[in-house]
């Protein structure tokens, strides 16, 4: 037969504090680091910071900013993730291929002249990377061609009074 085991469990509140523990210590933290105190502030200037909220952002500046930074996050979302970096990631990389091309240009300090143009025209490989560069700028004056009057509508095809 097997030996019994004395085992005496301790008392519930030494393994786990209490919700109500739980509950002190988290008022007391927030007290000391100050928190407490701004939600305080914060409560009870209720009516002066809504009024100093509302003043700001019924300015004419503001409400451009809200509507541009819409207009910016509504085409972001329109992108899929991984085409959104590829693109950033490929802009980074002709940044730096453009810097390095340009230092290049400033040692040699020399154009490359008529028959260095001719050369570039017979470059099949600068017409197939410049071809899907021609189309996007096309596509781009097109768009800076069209007339928006609200531009939140203009997207979601919805009417709307904000300006």
Do not use: C
């Not at 409400?63 to 509504?74: F, G, R, T, V, W």
Request: no cysteine.
């Amino acid at each position: 037969m097997a030996e019994r085991i004395d085992y005496t469990p301790p008392p519930n509140g030494d393994l786990d504090p209490s919700a109500q523990q739980e509950w002190e210590r988290l008022l007391e933290g927030l007290h000391e680091h100050g928190f407490l105190r701004f939600a305080n502030d914060l409560v009870r200037s209720n009516t002066q910071l809504a009024q100093i909220l509302t003043n700001a952002l019924s300015r004419e500046g503001s409400l451009n900013a809200i509507q541009n930074l819409s207009s910016l996050l509504i085409a972001l979302s329109s992108i899929p993730p991984g085409q959104f970096h590829k693109t950033v990631y490929a802009a980074r990389d002709a940044f730096v291929a453009m810097e390095t091309e340009i230092r290049s240009e400033r040692e040699h300090d020399k154009a490359p002249g008529f028959s260095g143009a001719f050369r570039l025209l017979k470059d099949e490989e600068l017409w197939q990377a410049l071809t899907p560069l021609i189309g996007g700028l096309k596509t781009f004056t097109a768009g800076l061609d069209r007339d928006v009057e609200r531009p939140v509508s203009d997207r979601t095809g919805k009417p709307s009074d904000f300006q």
